[in-house]
Each structure stands twice: as C-alpha cells, then as structure tokens.
C-alpha cells in the first residue's frame, strides 16, 4: 500500500513539473521574418508554396513573409529602428551598400550548393571575393521581334549570330508609317549591353578608376543615338508607350530590348501578337546582355542566423529552385539544373533569355553612383530630342563618374 501511494504521489509531481515546462518543440521553435516586395498574385501564391514546403520540412521554423509596399524604405527603417527581418530580397544594384552599411552577413560557406548557380550570378553577388548572398532568380535582356512584321517586310527572322549590321539594316526596312523598326528606352540599363558589346566599361575591373571616356563607349552612344536621328528607332515615349514592352505590343516597334519579363506582360496585355526571341546582336568585342537579378540576403544582426540561412538555402537549393521553375513565371530560376526545367515549362522558344547568362554583365555600381546614372540618363534623353552631342553626354557623365570616386 506505501509502495503504491508512494508512485502515484511521485507521478503526481512529475505532470506538475511537465505542466509548467514547454516541451523541447515549443522550446525550439522559432519564428524568422522574411520581408521583400509584392509581385503578381500567382507570384506571391508560389512563394506561400514554397514557404510552405520548408515550413513542412523544417517544424520548429515558422516564417512569417511580409510582402510591403514602398520596400526600400520599409526596409530602410526597419534596420534603422533595429527591427530588421532576418532574411530580406536584395536586388543587386543595391548589394554593395547593405555591405558598406554592415547590415547583411556574409554568406561564405553557409550558402549550400554554390557551384549550381549560373557563374554570372554568383559573381554579381560576390564583392571582394566574398559571395554574399545565394541568388533567387534572375533575367535577362534579349532581342524580342515581331514575325508578322519581319514577313511583311520580306526579312528573314533574326538568329543569336545577328551582329549591330543586321540590327540597324533590319530596323531601317521595318520602319514604315506609325511603326519603328526599333525602341530604344533611353536608360543606362537598356544601353549598358552596347557598351560592353564595343568592348568598353564604364570604371576598371578593381573599380578604382573611371574607364567611361573611350573610343568604345563613344561607338556605342553614336550607335545607339544614331539610330534615333535616322528615324529607324525611338524611345517609348515617342511612341505612345510607357516602356519597351507596350510600344513592341501595340505595334509602334517591330523589335525590342527587354528582358523575360515582357514574356508575361505581352501574354496578359497582346496575347495575339506572334513573336520570336534571340540574343542580343553582337558588337564589335562580341556579344553582351544584361543580369537583373535579386538575392536573399541574411540580417548580420540576427537573432536566429542558422534558421534564416536554413530558409534561404531552401528557396534557392535544388528544391526551391525547381518550383520556380516548374511555376513558369517571367523570372528564371538561378540554378542551371532548374533553367533546363524552366525551359521545359515556358517554351524553347524562349532560350535566348537562359543563354544569355553566359554574356551577362552585373547591373551593380559602387556606393553612391546614383547621381552617374541619373546624369547618364538625362544626358540620353536630352540627345534623343536633340538638344545635347553625344560627346556632351558622355563628358558629363564622366565628369560626375570621377567627381563620386574622388569623394
């Protein structure tokens, strides 16, 4: 009888004890933000997927995913007030100040997998040999062109080996009436790939020193520009068109310059126009494109750093990557595994965009280069009206290139 009021009071005590401790899961659960910008809702949908998935495979991880408006300043004042989320998009024009700031942790050999990503990518992402941040997906800037146009014209159909030539005697027999044979948005981004194709730069490979006035970056600006004073090509705005994408829809240009995001676009807003894609034509040092890509970067200030490299290692690893691919958006997947997938879901007729990796030049600058690009930018759009040279643009711009390094 003793025996037996004895381990009932000792079971007693123990569901006492148990009562008042979480047990070992709710003890290692944590919750990790991960904060980045809205895209379209069948975009958004995936990510919830995915987030799902790791949520899944990972039970003591819960993410909580803020999708905000106005991000950069969100973002801005979340690490001001000390409240940063542990894992946040990083475009790559901006990866080197979150580096200057100190506010993004150097990823090393935490990022799993690396040798899986395009080169090109990993390299945007790579400042003084460090690879900050696993990249999330990416585009690439191609030569979209419309078919019913090309055959109104008797003109054969562009292919990857057209060279500046073929481009402006193409763009010469496609104007005609209200149309243009080419849109040229008269932005540094959109202009960028003709000034590597010349085999020109903009600031040396150590980026200590201003290489933008050359002989190079002036046969590109004359190319580019040249175009425009034919009458053989015209910035969007010239042809009812906010961008590049609107003016080749609505037919106003027979070619254009975008990315793989104006695949979406052109299916949602001119779902009967007929078009093909292929690479950037070359230029006098070859061909050249454009990387536009964004990363996952992870809080250097974080409370809980392994479960956010765990959550951003899975939306980039092999698994993660593959739902981008399979989900068949705009935006490529940065794996090249995965690329081959997303190739099987878009089309092969979208090729061009996966090839161009191999050509891609980071769209990065240095701390501060924002006033070069703004100038470069009004510089482009007041020559296409005529009212500046194109060594005008060029010397102003690179007048503000060495005034930023300088300081």
């Not at 009458?231 to 010239?238: F, K, L, N, Q, R």
């Not at 690893?317 to 997938?341: K, Q, S």
């Amino acid at each position: 009888m003793k025996r037996s009021l004895a381990l009932v009071l000792v079971l007693t005590l123990a569901l006492a004890f148990f009562a008042r401790v979480p047990s070992s899961r709710a003890q290692d659960t944590v919750t990790i933000q991960l904060m980045g910008w809205s895209s379209s809702p069948a975009e958004n949908a995936a990510l919830e997927e995915m987030i799902a998935a790791f949520e899944e495979a990972n039970p003591n991880i819960n993410v909580d995913l803020q999708l905000v408006p106005e991000y950069d300043t969100t973002l801005q004042a979340a690490f001001a007030s000390g409240d940063a989320p542990n894992v946040f998009y990083v475009d790559s024009s901006r990866l080197p100040d979150f580096v200057d700031a100190g506010v993004i942790a150097a990823g090393g050999d935490m990022i799993v997998d690396p040798e899986g990503f395009f080169p090109s990518l990993v390299d945007v992402f790579t400042i003084d040999d460090t690879f900050y941040c696993p990249p999330k997906d990416f585009s690439t800037m191609a030569l979209q062109y419309n078919k019913a146009l090309f055959d109104a014209a008797g003109l054969e159909y562009p292919t990857n080996d057209w060279t500046w030539d073929d481009l402006t005697a193409a763009a010469e027999a496609l104007t005609s009436g209200d149309t243009v044979g080419l849109v040229v948005p008269p932005e540094l981004p959109r202009w960028l790939p003709f000034l590597y194709q010349a085999g020109g730069s903009v600031l040396s490979e150590d980026g200590t020193e201003v290489t933008f006035d050359s002989e190079e970056a002036m046969t590109a600006l004359e190319l580019y520009l040249g175009m425009v004073e034919d009458g053989i090509a015209a910035p969007p705005s010239e042809l009812d068109a906010g961008w590049g994408g609107e003016a080749f829809g609505t037919g106003r240009a027979a070619m254009a310059m975008e990315g793989n995001w104006v695949i979406g676009a052109l299916e949602e807003n001119y779902p009967d126009i007929e078009y093909g894609v292929v690479e950037l034509p070359a230029g006098p040092a070859g061909e050249a494109t454009m990387a536009f890509t964004v990363c996952y970067g992870v809080a250097a200030d974080n409370d809980h750093p392994e479960e956010s490299w765990a959550l951003a290692n899975f939306l980039t690893g092999p698994e993660g990557a593959t739902m981008v691919a399979e989900a068949g958006f705009g935006v490529m997947p940065a794996r090249e595994d995965a690329a081959a997938v997303w190739l099987e879901t878009r089309g092969i007729e979208f090729e061009a965009f996966v090839t161009g990796a191999a050509n891609a030049h980071r769209w990065q600058f240095p701390v501060g280069f924002g006033d070069f690009i703004d100038t470069f930018n009004n510089g482009l759009k007041e020559a296409m009206a005529g009212n500046m040279l194109p060594e005008e643009v060029l010397e102003d711009s690179v007048a503000i290139a060495e005034e930023i390094l300088a300081e």
